[in-house]
Antibody, heavy 122, light 108 residues
Framework: QVQLQESGPGLVKPPETLSLTCNVS??????????WSWVRQSPGQGLEWIGYIHASGSTNYNPSFKSRVTISIDTSKNHFSLSLKSVTSADTAIYYC??????????????WGQGTAVTVSS | EIVLTQSPGTKSVSPGERVSLSCRAS???????IAWYQHRRGQPPRLLIYGAASRATDTPGRFSGHGSGTDFTLTISRLEPEDFAVYYC?????????FGQGTKVEFK
């Protein structure tokens, strides 16, 4: 059974960097068949896709974040990470990691972590 | 980016009823790459439908999706108590992937 688990600080001061890690069990982050995403939900708002990384190292970011975001992958630890620079209160949200599946055909985000709440406040 | 507009914003229904939720895209969705997610409070989103019409693993048969191009629908044939939640559509055919604003299905 594939499981994802987010970890990281629950409180970040502006304008510091938000750093989260998603630990993956039951699947390998090195698989060509998966893309590893971050999605967030701000209070009272809907879902917002931040970006993904593939085992090859290729990334795809939402332009809304592009200048501030980095997603990286650590194959030795079987996890991937999110770094969001220069945070403001607008970055307060629940952050989810998720797995996208597919190669020629894509199947959506079929496995999600439980989510981790991050508050940005001084 | 592709904007997804879901309607209605809130749907008040009773258990056993049939409900249809709409998702309209601002431009055609490539390969009909539309997914539907169920989001219950305190839980992560759950993939129900991918590719506009295919059920994900463990999705009950009362959930069905259809549509193409710019208009998509999620239908729940007979609402069960555990189906009261927020439902999001998402397009993953064109970057950046985008979500609709959600439809809340609440108890009448």
């Amino acid at each position: 059974q594939v499981q994802l688990q987010e970890s990281g600080p629950g409180l970040v001061k502006p304008p510091e960097t938000l750093s989260l890690t998603c630990n993956v069990s039951g699947a390998s982050v090195t698989s060509d068949y998966y893309y590893w995403s971050w999605v967030r939900q701000s209070p009272g708002q809907g879902l917002e896709w931040i970006g993904y990384i593939h085992a090859s190292g290729s990334t795809n970011y939402n332009p809304s974040f592009k200048s501030r975001v980095t997603i990286s992958i650590d194959t030795s630890k079987n996890h991937f990470s999110l770094s969001l620079k220069s945070v403001t209160s607008a970055d307060t949200a629940i952050y989810y990691c998720a797995r996208d599946t597919g190669d020629i055909y894509f199947y959506g985000m079929d496995v999600w972590g439980q989510g981790t709440a991050v508050t940005v406040s001084s | 980016e592709i904007v997804l507009t879901q309607s209605p914003g809130t749907k008040s229904v009773s258990p056993g009823e049939r409900v249809s939720l709409s998702c309209r895209a601002s431009q055609a969705v490539v390969s009909n790459y539309i997914a539907w997610y169920q989001h219950r409070r305190g839980q992560p989103p759950r993939l129900l439908i991918y590719g506009a019409a295919s059920r994900a693993t463990d999705t009950p048969g009362r959930f069905s999706g259809h549509g193409s191009g710019t208009d998509f629908t999620l239908t729940i044939s007979r609402l069960e108590p555990e189906d009261f939640a927020v439902y999001y559509c998402q397009q993953y055919g064109t970057s950046p992937w985008t979500f609709g604003q959600g439809t809340k299905v609440e108890f009448k």
